[in-house]
């Protein structure tokens, strides 16, 4: 699959973004929304695929605790399977990981993604974690706050990634 | 051999490295046994253990980390073991206290009678994936663990325990996090 050159240039972007916020910890569980973003990151060699996403988080919140700062990337359908890695170690022992989450079922999608794209924030909400939906010339500065609220929290925090960014 | 035992023979030949242990008895048996600045006693988040491990040996290479882990657990998160075998997670020492149940919610079975985990994890590249039944040789396997290029994994056959549970794990899961990460600096 190809990436159009928006798409490219985003990731190449938002990587150095995070990369001047010292992420440098990165594995997850590839969605399509991702694509240039995750081609980036595997060409460079520094990405970890898991299985799955609950495990893509236990591996980033060991990284963590080895005194990395970690990042996953996912889609929307493998929040339901990390509900209980954030409820029960990530938010009680104050494990930050930053989320990105791709927001499959905003707008027309197909229909397996329709009931989490319009559940996936208030889901998120009602466990207690801190999200952001930036638009695509606003990442950087959602980048800042969610670097600045998991330092004053010690939680993860999610930026949902709207189609169009880093792929389609 | 049961839980207990096995954690009594394996917890004294660790040093400074960082251990994890699996939620449930595991984790509450190990406490009992020792308690250790590099220990992470898992609350929560069953299967947790093994992805968990992996990420500290990824995230830190050159030091040994142990990942004390149940069957049940193995087998709910079961693709951790080819991660870590493809990953080639040589830090990575994964040991399984396999007493063929759920002991810590009433001891119901599990597949593990059933299905060697051993094999799963050499199937899943592991550099070595060895089963032991006593205590001397489960010290002689782990000891050669430690001083082998990993992954290694270590399935432990245990029996149930007749005895009284172990408290449940006594410090904040914050507190356990900041010892943890501290002791690894």
Known sequence: MHWSAQHTD?????????????????????????????????????????VREDAAIGMASGAYLAGRRPVVLMQNSGLGYSLNVLTSLNLIYKIPVLCLITYRG???????????????????????????????????????????????????????IQRGIFGA | MNARQALEALLPLLDDEPAVFATGYIARTAQAVRRRPQDFHMIGSMGMVSSLA???????????????????????NLGALPTAGALRVSDLVHVCLDNESYESTGAQASYSAAVALESVAAASGYRSAVRVTDADSLRREFGRALTSEGPSFLLVKVSLDDGPAAPRIEAAPERITADFKAALR
Not at chain 1, 15 to 21: G, K, M, P, Y
Not at chain 1, 124 to 129: E, F, K, M, P, V
């Open chain 2, 54 to 76: 992996t990420g500290v040996a990824l995230g830190r290479p050159g030091r040994k980390v142990i990942a004390v882990d149940g069957d049940g657990a193995v087998l709910m």
């Open chain 1, 106 to 160: 905003q707008g027309p999608d197909a229909p397996e993604h329709w009931v989490m794209g319009r559940s996936c924030e208030a889901l998120l909400r009602d466990i207690g974690i801190r999200a952001s939906v930036p638009a695509p010339d606003g990442l950087a500065q959602a980048l800042q706050e969610a670097t600045r609220s998991m330092k004053e929290t010690g939680e993860p925090y999610a930026l949902l």
């Open chain 1, 10 to 50: 985003n990731a190449a972007r938002f990587l150095s973004d995070l990369d001047r916020s010292g992420y440098d910890f990165f594995t997850g569980v590839p969605c399509s929304l991702l694509g240039a973003l995750l081609e980036r990151l595997s060409g460079d060699g520094r990405y970890y695929p898991a």
